[in-house]
C-alpha cells in the first residue's frame, strides 16, 4: 500500500529565506506527483504536477523536484514571503488511477 | 468555466439524518472523487468514478453512498449520518489529457451533532 509522508509537519521562517518541504513515498511505481497550497479553511490549489518521467518543474519562485528511484520529492521555494504562509500538500497517483494524500506541511513566514 | 463546485459550504446534522452533498464540474472531466479531510490525517479517499455509470470504493467508503448519472455530477450521500463522519469534504475531478491533475472544489465542512 503506498504511504505519503512530509516533513517537516511545520516550519517557521522569517521572510526572504529559501525553504525545502520533503515530500516521501513508499512504492516509487507512480505516474505522478502534484504539489498543492492549501489556505486555512479554503480548497487546495494545484501548484505543480511532475510527471514520473520528469525530474523536476518550476513555476516562479516555486521549484519541484522528483526522485522516483528514492522515493522522494521536494518543493522548493525561493525568497519567501508572508503570503507563502499555508499548508502544503503532496499527492501521488498511483497505478489505478487513485492519489495518496501526505498530511502536510504547515508553514508560517514572518515578515 | 466554474471548476469544481460544491454545495452546501456548511452544513450541520443531528445523528442518524441523511443528507447529499453535491458536486459539479464544468470541464467533462471522465475522472471525479471525493476525499474527507481531518485533522493530523490528511486526505483520504471515500469513493470515485471513472465515467457516468460508473463507481468504486476508496479508502474509508463505509456510510456514504455515490451515483454518476452525468459526467457532470457526482454527488455523496450520507444515509445515516454518525459523529465521526464531521469532517470536511472535498470533490476532486481530474483531466483526460495524459497529466491526471486534479482540480479541488472549495469544500464542504460537515459537523455531526
Known amino acids: 500500500k503506498q504511504e505519503v509522508t512530509q516533513i517537516p509537519a511545520a516550519l517557521s521562517v522569517p521572510e526572504g529565506e529559501n525553504l525545502v518541504l520533503n515530500c516521501s513515498f513508499t512504492?516509487?511505481?507512480?505516474?505522478?506527483l502534484q504539489w498543492f497550497r492549501q489556505d486555512p479553511g479554503k480548497g487546495l490549489t494545484s501548484l505543480l504536477l511532475i510527471q514520473s518521467s520528469q525530474r523536476e518543474q518550476t513555476s516562479g519562485r516555486l521549484n519541484a523536484s522528483l526522485d522516483k528511484s528514492s522515493g522522494r520529492s521536494t518543493l522548493y521555494i525561493a525568497a519567501s514571503q508572508p503570503g507563502d504562509s499555508a499548508t502544503y500538500l503532496c499527492?501521488?497517483?498511483?497505478?489505478?488511477?487513485?492519489?495518496?494524500f501526505g498530511p502536510g506541511t504547515r508553514l508560517s513566514v514572518l515578515p | 468555466n466554474a471548476g469544481v463546485t460544491q454545495t452546501p459550504k456548511f452544513q450541520v446534522l443531528k445523528t442518524g439524518q441523511s443528507m447529499t452533498l453535491q458536486c459539479a464540474q464544468d470541464?467533462?472531466?471522465?475522472?471525479m472523487s471525493w476525499y474527507r479531510q481531518d485533522p493530523g490525517m490528511g486526505l483520504r479517499l471515500i469513493h470515485y468514478?471513472?465515467?457516468?455509470?460508473?463507481?468504486d470504493q476508496g479508502e474509508v467508503p463505509n456510510g456514504y453512498n455515490v451515483s454518476r448519472s452525468t459526467t457532470e455530477d457526482f454527488p455523496l450521500r450520507l444515509l445515516s449520518a454518525a459523529p465521526s463522519q464531521t469532517s470536511v469534504y472535498f470533490c476532486?475531478?481530474?483531466?483526460?489529457?495524459?497529466?491526471?491533475?486534479?482540480?479541488f472544489g472549495p469544500g464542504t465542512r460537515l459537523t455531526v451533532t
Open positions: 468514478s471513472v465515467g457516468a455509470g460508473i463507481t
Open positions: 512504492d516509487s511505481a507512480i505516474y505522478n
Open positions: 499527492a501521488v497517483c498511483v497505478y489505478g488511477q487513485n492519489f495518496v
Open positions: 470541464m467533462n472531466h471522465e475522472y
Open positions: 476532486a475531478s481530474r483531466n483526460a489529457d495524459g497529466t491526471y491533475e486534479q482540480y
